[in-house]
């Protein structure tokens, strides 16, 4: 790959992860699994899918006596024989269920007290089956969304669950969920622990993404605990990419043996620092965990997710999406939206190219340009990895790092002084095409369609407002600008080193080339004023 003319220092902390996509799970059945699950199932499916049924069943009369005339939304803790009588017998009951669908369990550790650990913390979150260390753990609360409660029998032992409950119309919830899991953290063992998994969605296990700060709010000792689940076959694993939650029951219950391992590290008792920062409280919980896993942490959220849903929308591939969200979000103060519409943009660029990648020819027919010198400057400055092409992580930070710095009222009114030869105070489309073919070498440039796009107005005169309003909306411009001068220094610098050492004969050769032979060069400055000295200005270049 083409080493960059001026080399950028790259920051570290904006590398691309060593997890690229935490959410797929692309596991296939071999001809003998497929034989074996087959064979299996014929016996196992019914069976296991009837004494489920029968559990349930027998639950829910436990879950019924429970709740009944208990205040609603469980805004009162279970006391006395209810609360005891529901752990017992649903916590009896939830053990035969997972052994009779032929779950092996090994346990590490030592279950926390309420009053030792108000809050237990699960990673990595990667199935619906984690709800077995909920089981193992005692039955502690966990956090539900409301709708749930409405679903026939299992919404009935739910309630009995005493949940966390989170509500989707209620623009309140995340508030009201986070005050709700502090009141009962700091009970004083009033209500049950409170199971969370910090994570907030499904992964493949393959490394740690970032814990959201609900668990480590209220500032109390948390329990870290750490699923595994070691077979040879993965039938648990649900993700966004991968297979469905009605084929992974299925295939689960066709196999003889699912094993897992739950294991309860020691009590996490937050510091001062900790409990004045949440975030610092979860990265360093989340890192005693994948110490612990022995597995890497990402910055990947849900978000993460959303992005990449909305990019299979947009036929690019899914995990094209991911960008990290939180570490983008923080280093970059960037929100969602923006960068949902840059993905809109992205995906428009890319639509050409395989794999959702921009290479260096769909990056120049976004710019309506040739491939020049600068262009490929440009390329280099976006293509963080040196692989020759974008993807939308590099692109994110490209156009924030790099290009929006660069589009400051002083680039564009330094560029369009540039363009506007007769100093009129507007561009023609003739003066607009004369300094871009004689700034790119290219005699023959069809600049139409771009001056077009900058001429809203269609008058055939780009004023300034229009040239700011366009360069305000695509700031790739504004930084290959600064990329042209740049160069123009450089070789600026090289021209008069030459000078200094050229022989009388070549001095002489040159001072008798014809003037009609010189490319024409437009008269106006393009540097600014009082820098035409300071050939070592790196103003838009800055460390990433």
């Not at 499904?202 to 959201?212: A, E, H, P, V």
């Not at 993700?239 to 029951?249: A, I, P």
């Not at 983008?328 to 939206?337: A, E, T």
């Not at 070789?491 to 022989?503: C, F, L, N, P």
Request: with cysteine; net charge neutral; proline share 6%.
């Amino acid at each position: 790959m083409t080493q960059r003319l001026f080399p950028l220092p790259r920051q570290q902390s904006l590398y691309a992860p060593s997890v690229l996509n935490p959410f797929v799970h692309e596991g296939r059945l071999s001809a003998k699994d497929k034989v074996r699950t087959v064979l299996l199932g014929i016996i196992l499916l019914p069976l296991r899918a009837t004494c489920i049924a029968l559990i349930l069943l027998l639950a829910w009369p436990f879950a019924v006596i429970a709740t009944f005339c208990h205040p609603g939304r469980g805004s009162v803790p279970l006391m006395g024989w209810k609360r005891r009588m529901t752990q017992c017998a649903l916590q009896c009951l939830g053990h035969a269920m997972f052994f009779l669908m032929g779950f092996q369990l090994k346990v590490k550790g030592k279950v926390a007290g309420p009053l030792e650990a108000p809050i237990l913390v699960v990673a990595p979150h990667s199935s619906f089956f984690d709800g077995i260390v909920c089981v193992i753990a005692g039955l502690p609360s966990i956090v539900s969304r409301l709708e749930n409660l409405s679903a026939p029998v299992f919404g009935t032992i739910l309630r009995s669950l005493q949940p966390v409950l989170v509500s989707r119309v209620d623009p309140d919830s995340r508030r009201n969920t986070i005050n709700e899991i502090t009141k009962r953290a700091t009970s004083g063992g009033q209500w049950p622990q409170v199971l969370i998994f910090p994570e907030g969605t499904c992964t493949n296990r393959s490394c740690l993404i970032t814990f959201k700060q609900g668990a480590f709010i209220p500032g109390v000792p948390v329990q870290p605990v750490l699923l595994r689940y070691p077979n040879k076959l993965d039938t648990v694993t649900w993700t966004w990419q991968g297979y469905s939650f009605k084929q992974l029951c299925v295939m689960t219950l066709c196999q003889l043996v699912t094993r897992v391992e739950v294991e309860f590290l020691p009590v996490h008792v937050p510091t001062e620092e900790e409990k004045r920062d949440p975030t610092v409280f979860a990265n360093r919980v989340r890192n005693t965990m994948a110490t612990a896993l022995n597995v890497p942490v990402t910055d990947h959220t849900f978000e993460d997710c959303r992005l990449m849903i909305s990019a299979g929308k947009l036929t690019l591939p899914m995990e094209a999406g991911l960008v990290e969200f939180t570490k983008i979000s923080k280093k970059l103060n960037l929100k969602w939206d923006p960068i949902r519409d840059q993905l809109d943009t992205f995906a428009a660029i890319a639509s050409a190219s395989k794999g959702g990648r921009i290479g260096i020819e769909e990056f120049a027919e976004h710019l309506k340009l040739p491939v020049s010198d600068a262009l490929k400057e440009l390329f280099l400055l976006f293509d963080r990895n040196g692989d020759g092409s974008i993807d939308f992580r590099e692109y994110v930070i490209g156009l924030s790092v790099l290009c929006n710095p660069a589009n400051t009222e002083e680039t564009i009114q330094m560029a369009f002084k540039l363009f506007d030869i007769d100093d009129d105070g507007s561009i023609t489309e003739e003066q607009f095409a004369c300094i871009l073919r004689s700034s790119l070498g290219v005699p023959d440039l069809d600049v139409s369609k771009l001056f077009k796009e900058i001429d809203t107005d269609k008058s055939g005169k780009v004023t300034y407002n229009e040239f700011k309003d366009f360069a305000l909306k695509h700031p790739e411009y504004a930084k290959l600008f600064t990329t042209y001068l740049e160069l123009q220094r450089c070789q600026g610098h090289t021209s008069d080193e030459d000078d200094d050492y050229q022989t009388p004969e070549a001095t002489y050769s040159h001072s008798k080339t014809s003037v009609s032979e010189k490319t024409p060069i437009a008269k106006n400055k393009i540097c600014p004023e009082g820098n035409e000295e300071d050939t070592s200005s790196t103003s838009d270049k800055k460390d990433d």
